[in-house]
C-alpha cells in the first residue's frame, strides 16, 4: 500500500522506509523519447511521490571533513573532487582504491553500490554531473564510474553508473 510521502514495503519484517522523489518533472511517450503532457500519464512526473529532498541537499564538511560532501537526503559522505584518481581503471582497481584513502578524517572509505551512485542523480537535470557540479562538488565527470554492485548475469561484471563521484563512506 502507498502512504502520502511514504511506500509502505514488507519483506521478511513489516517496516516503513521513506523514500526520496525521482526528481522526474516531465513526462514521455512509450518510445521514452518524446515529451508528453503529464496529466493522466500515472509517471513520475505527474506523481511526485515520495519524501522531498532536504535543502540544501549536500553540505560542505567543516574542519578535517572540508573536502568532502554530506549528503543530507541519504547521511553519505562524499568526496568533494568526483576525480580522485584522475583517470580510467579496471574495477578490480576501483573496488580496492577507496581502502587505500585517508580523506576527511576517515580511512574506511568504500566504492558505493549502484544504489548509493544512483541517489546522487537529479533526474529533473538533463546533465546530472553538471548539477553536482553545482552542488558543491568538484571535477564530477560526464561519464561512467564503478560501483561495487555485480552484474547479476555474470558477477565477474560489475554495474558502471554515469555522472556520479566515487567512493562513499
Not at 509517471?43 to 529532498?53: F, I, M, S, T
Not at 574495477?91 to 549502484?114: E, F, K, M, Q
Not at 542523480?121 to 560526464?142: E, H, I, K, R
Request: with cysteine; hydrophobic share 30%.
Amino acid at each position: 500500500s502507498v502512504k502520502t510521502d511514504t511506500y509502505t514495503v514488507s519483506a521478511h519484517a513489516e517496516g516503513v522506509i521513506q523514500l526520496p522523489r525521482t526528481g522526474h518533472t516531465k513526462c514521455y511517450n512509450a518510445a521514452g523519447n518524446e515529451i508528453i503532457p503529464c496529466a493522466g500519464t500515472g509517471q513520475d512526473g505527474e506523481l511526485q511521490k515520495g519524501v522531498a529532498w532536504p535543502n540544501p541537499r549536500f553540505t560542505s564538511g567543516a574542519g578535517t571533513e572540508v573536502n568532502c560532501m554530506i549528503d543530507n537526503m541519504t547521511g553519505l559522505m562524499w568526496p568533494k573532487n568526483g576525480n580522485l584518481w584522475s583517470g580510467a581503471m579496471t574495477w578490480n582497481d576501483a573496488i580496492g582504491y577507496p581502502r587505500t584513502l585517508t580523506l576527511c578524517g576517515h580511512s574506511d572509505w568504500r566504492l558505493p553500490n549502484v544504489n548509493e551512485l544512483e541517489s546522487l542523480v537529479n533526474a529533473s537535470q538533463s546533465d546530472p554531473a553538471t548539477w553536482l557540479n553545482t552542488q558543491g562538488f568538484t571535477d564530477v565527470q560526464s561519464a561512467y564510474y564503478w560501483s561495487s554492485t555485480t552484474y547479476a548475469g555474470n558477477t565477474d561484471s560489475a554495474n558502471l553508473h554515469t555522472q556520479s563521484p566515487p567512493p562513499a563512506r
